[in-house]
């Protein structure tokens, strides 16, 4: 969120607005090579039936065109390339150069070729047509993202209408007993994981921080419906520490 014209949060740090951007390049250049590991030792594996029910909620059809936004290494975009198939397009997006080289690579090892483009975007200015895609999905990106409202209404303006947002991304427990096991888990085993696994304790402290500076459900699903989206909702997953958001572009006539 922009606090104001000026500043805006880096997890509890302020920093300049057009500061935020380098300094997430800077956390996601550092964890790179270890993303994947890292995503499964964190949530003992969990994130990937979280990203599973996300691409079971698009609704894709074969020949259907697919954003897949701060797409990371490429667990959605390997998941949605066979549901839209050769006449299909599955568009994996992110802002930092080097996660979309290892999703590149990590794709093509898989065998994933062929209906899969790759390229560098930032969220609040998309490259691409009004109305380009039936879906856009964005999986643990969005609370990374400087500004974003506008990151919003940039989704909204290439989604045709009819098509469909999900927003998959960390919340707030809705069990008040898991809220101090979560804290306790977030800022005292999480960085202590990052140093043990991936050398790098300060990006995983960031990580925690951002978690807790991310709208919760109620205040995500509001944005959404200010960008323009109708038919908002969401789904909370695994205690509401992860919501999955879904909003409809529906416009009149």
Same mark, same amino acid.
């Given at each position: ?10 997890? &509890? ?40 029910? !996300?691409?079971?909620? /698009? ?57 899969? @483009? #790759?390229?560098?975007? @930032? ?9 380009? &895609?039936?879906?856009? /999905?964005?999986? &643990? ?19 045709? !209408? ?11 427990? /809705? ?6 096991? #979560? ?49 908002? @909702? ?20």
């Amino acid at each position: 969120m922009v606090e104001d014209n000026k500043t805006t949060h880096f997890g &509890f740090e302020k920093v300049k607005v057009e500061d935020k951007a380098a300094k997430v390049k800077g956390v996601f250049d550092s964890v790179a090579d270890n993303y994947d590991l890292m995503n499964d030792v964190m949530s003992l594996g969990i994130h990937r039936l979280w990203k599973r029910f !996300t691409v079971e909620m /698009t609704g894709l059809e074969a020949g259907q065109k697919v954003l897949d936004l701060a797409g990371g290494t490429g667990d959605l975009a390997r998941m949605m390339a066979p549901i839209v198939g050769k006449e299909g397009k599955v568009v994996l997006s992110d802002i930092n150069q080097k996660m979309l080289d290892r999703a590149r690579a990590r794709l093509v090892d898989s065998g994933v070729v062929g209906n899969i @483009d #790759y390229v560098k975007a @930032d969220a609040e200015d998309l490259p691409f047509p009004d109305s380009y &895609f039936d879906c856009v /999905t964005m999986a &643990f990106g969005l609370r990374n993202v400087t500004d974003k409202q506008k990151a919003l209404r940039s989704i909204y303006r290439v989604l045709k !209408t009819g098509g469909k947002i999900l927003v998959l991304e960390f919340s707030k427990p /809705t069990i008040k007993s898991i809220e101090k096991v #979560y804290d306790f888990y977030s800022f005292n085993i999480l960085p202590l994981m990052g140093q043990i696994f991936a050398k790098d304790s300060k990006s995983y402290k960031y990580l925690a921080e951002s978690i807790r500076q991310h709208p919760p459900q109620e205040e995500l699903k509001t944005m959404l419906q200010q960008a323009g989206f109708l038919e908002v @909702d969401y789904f909370n997953l695994t205690a509401g520490i992860v919501a999955l958001h879904r909003g409809y572009k529906i416009e009149p006539g």
